[in-house]
């Protein structure tokens, strides 16, 4: 089974709209880490959050903010006012704290802004 | 500070030959992960070294492959002899791993074609 779950395959919006990326985890540790990761064109790996699994704050960055809901076992990604540049593939992983450094990766997001 | 150092970018080979990727990691991280990425397969975990040791190299796809990590700020991924379905791009991570896990920090990756 899949310990990361991002559904949307492919999700096109019109510059300046929100649009919220999902991402579903499983894992029977309590203890555990959430991240997300963006790849431009360009094909580099851009690190964006990581998360733990006590802390269930959102968290904002600019236009960029992240919900963490153990009761869904979501930690979903929202851009506000999107812009072209945010055209990616945006990769959520989880590793867990028994494992150490496993991380497992979702199969990613591809965002495509159209100006 | 210089990131993870990946080399080369590219490598265009024929099938049989030998190929070796390097990787630099981002100095005083103590554990290092080598990634395979592909249309189909996404993003794969191949093994990752903690403090130049192999922890896990479950994701090795067979004996053809094999990496090494001899000092702290090195570590090779050698396929010999390669095959067209190796063609993907190689990525190299670090991190710095005390208590929990730390974030990846990806290299740009090298790009393998094998005809």
């Known amino acids: 089974a899949q310990k990361v779950t991002q559904a949307q395959t492919e999700i096109s919006v019109v510059e300046k709209e929100d649009v919220t990326l999902d991402c579903v985890y499983e894992?029977?540790?309590?203890?555990?880490?959430l991240f997300w990761y963006k790849q431009p064109p360009s094909g580099e790996l851009v690190f964006l959050i990581r998360r733990n699994s006590f802390d269930e704050q959102n968290e904002i960055s600019g236009r960029y903010s992240w919900n963490f809901q153990k009761s869904t076992s979501s930690f979903n990604f929202t851009i506000t006012a999107s812009q072209v540049v945010d055209s990616a593939v945006y990769f959520c992983?989880?590793?867990?704290?028994?494992?150490?450094?496993?991380?497992?990766f979702g199969t990613g997001t591809s965002l495509t802004v159209i100006p | 500070d210089a990131g993870v150092i990946q080399s080369p970018r590219h490598e265009v080979t024929e099938m049989g030959q030998e190929v070796t990727l390097r990787c630099k990691p981002i100095s005083g991280h103590n554990s290092l992960f080598w990634y395979r990425q592909t249309m189909m397969r996404g993003l794969e975990l191949l093994i990752y070294?903690?403090?130049?040791?192999?922890?896990?190299d479950s994701g090795m796809p067979e004996d053809r492959f094999s990496a090494k990590m001899p000092n702290a700020s090195f570590s090779t991924l050698k396929i010999q002899p390669s095959e067209p379905r190796d063609s993907a791009v190689y990525f190299c991570?670090?991190?710095?791993?005390?208590?929990?896990?730390?974030?990846?920090?990806f290299g740009e990756g090298s790009r393998l074609t094998v005809l």
């Open positions: 991570a670090s991190s710095f791993l005390v208590v929990g896990t730390g974030e990846l920090f």
């Open positions: 894992t029977r540790d309590t203890t555990y880490y």
């Open positions: 992983a989880l590793s867990e704290g028994g494992t150490g450094n496993q991380f497992y």
């Open positions: 070294f903690n403090n130049n040791v192999p922890i896990d």
